[in-house]
């Protein structure tokens, strides 16, 4: 039996990132309806004040606050009105003592009124005066410009996934094209001659193809392009014409294997013969995840992964690399893994990182991480995991009611 | 000034649920390719075993376990091997007491074999005799049919989201066709005579169309699906040949307006003009959201919303009502929310609920929430915010390291 150099899950990170900077995504500008969910290639400055003029937060008279003083629900004060600002226009009055204006919400605050009256506390007589009920503070519901975002201002990172407040606020700046790091484009290839088609029924021995789905499926909620995804059979030959191909058009291969030393020693050699520098990382010590093989194609920027063949430690590892690698080269900001407790005792693998996978529930402690058990091979485990624990190498095991970091897929 | 009855959010989500009964999302078949991300619309029933039939989950070779019996690393036993089982064929030979087979990671065990001895702990001599250096006890390292999957298990309930696990399982049981809920057709209306397109820079008085841009990419990311998504001037004759449009072709119309007085009047009269029972929901108690109207069309089948211009109460109340109503009429399970500590003391607002918009960080005693300050109409702040805490309108305030909730957007 060959020995092989397995690499713990921080040196295969190392290594992909290594590789990674070699081909790193490009950038491409998106128009601002088509950029929901991608990743900002480009800190966002903005080149203006929102707002840019003095704006009402409330429906109401904008007035010079001192003349308020003394105004209560019993006693009023009484101003001269001296417009009524509509919105989306610009307002003209000039506001001196003993007199106001009407400003709708959103609507532009005239010079010299520093405070506005809510309409609630107001009682309007004729077109030219109002009886005013509130005694207000400088600068009430006043936005001032630039109070919302301030010429300069990075107003969202690099990194950032673009959802509704992020689309918003793209909008606000007008910024148009947005600019948005290009997905990697990903084949996913499943490889095993026991695998069938899922429209078949599996005679004895065969099982469906799980992985190209579950892998395709990931691929794309990662914000990765599938470009293809294909079942092969275990022909030497055949396999190694489709990572070729692969190769010229993609910049990372998926390869999920048989889990098997024979296949993935076939992985191997087929990995090595097509890129000069190979394979650099010959297994995993990781629980599930031992058959992971990583590599890179440096002539062609491609760069090579070989899943183990079971579906959820295919899922665990695609996560724990690729989609890790994926967030680090477009420089997204880790979530906070959440705290929980364990509901139960649990031995770690002495030498192995193990990836347990976790439901998690509401106690009334707190937070609680349940195991779901299940060799590595069944999928319907994966399914009810919300996110999983890393348990060190060096980390005897869990215990009952410890406090554990749960990482979300 | 109109007396208005105004909802509390439980109320306005009550009448709401009750007029989504009537336009509950029909159902749909896609193929398992297109499915990702959509949501299950009846449980899914096994009708198989999986696996099918007993599988070896490592390379080795499949024994009488008794066989073993006293077998240690320096003591083998040596057994005679009947076959090479390959991976995606039946195995064939039947294994009784002094003869074992090889079988590989996934292959299938040969009847009469009761455990798997790893490739690791054998030596092989010529093509029929091996050593085996373990003593396994029963059953190890094989998984028997049904382990992952029993005929009839529900295996995905209705209401489960389709990521990579479950487009797995669901290639697993072939499942080529999904049954999933058809998304809501909705329409965004945004009005405003301040309102210049986002191409434009504002002149005094007017501000770049924010939320049909942060509406449209919060609806897209619920998995509704966009019809159309426009802003408006406010102009009655217009919106009123808008909305009818809209409610033609749609489950749902957004309408975000200003938050003035006037302009929610105007868009109370033209739904309560449009439809039978117009108008059910008059205001909500809510911080920010108070000028949300709702309501339905019982003849077109189309729930109608008039959510406030402010950009960030836009989204609250959006996220607050319709993401929940989605969820609930689509019957996925709530997301459970996360425990955090306050950084600081925050006065809720008597008779209202407050809808705290804040940041999640990480401190040495836990999860911390930071609220994101800002008046509702900044968009900036939206940005910013992990999720929100809901402080209930009989609640003075929250305190500095109190325990809340947090919900996640």
Known sequence: MKLLKVDTLAQARERLLKAAKECLPETEQVALADASDRILAEDIVSGEMIPAFRRSS?????????????????????????????????AVSKIEPGTCAYVPTGGMVPEGADAMVMVEYSERFGTDEVALYENVPYGKCIVLPGEDVKTGDIVLKAGTRIGPAQ???????????????????????STGDELVRIDQVPGPGQ?????????SCYVKKTGLELVSAEAVRDEEVLLE??????????????????????????????????????????????????????????????????????????????HLLFVWLWKQVTDQPDQPPLEAFMTTNLAGAPGKTTCLLVKLQMAPQGLEAEPVFGKSGLISTMAEADGYVLIDMNQEGLKKGEQVKVYRF
């Open 58 to 90: 409330v429906d109401g008279y904008a007035v010079c606050s001192k003349d308020t003083a003394g105004a209560t629900e019993s006693i009023p004060v009484f101003l001269k009105v001296l417009e009524e600002v509509e919105i989306g226009h610009p």
């Open 167 to 189: 689309a918003g606020t793209l909008a606000a700046l007008g910024v148009v094209q947005v600019p948005v790091f290009k997905p990697w484009k990903v084949a996913v290839l």
């Open 207 to 215: 099982v469906r193809d799980i992985n190209t789905w579950a892998l």
């Open 241 to 318: 014409e489709k990572i070729r191909e692969a190769v010229k058009a993609c910049d990372l291969i998926l390869i999920s294997g048989g889990s098997s030393q024979g296949k993935k020693d076939m992985t191997m050699e087929i990995l090595n013969r097509i890129s000069k520098e190979g394979v650099f990382t010959h297994g995993l010590a990781l629980k599930p995840g031992k058959p992971t093989i990583l590599g890179y194609d440096k002539e062609k920027h491609t760069l090579l992964g070989g899943l183990p063949g079971h579906p959820a430690a295919a899922l665990a590892v695609f």
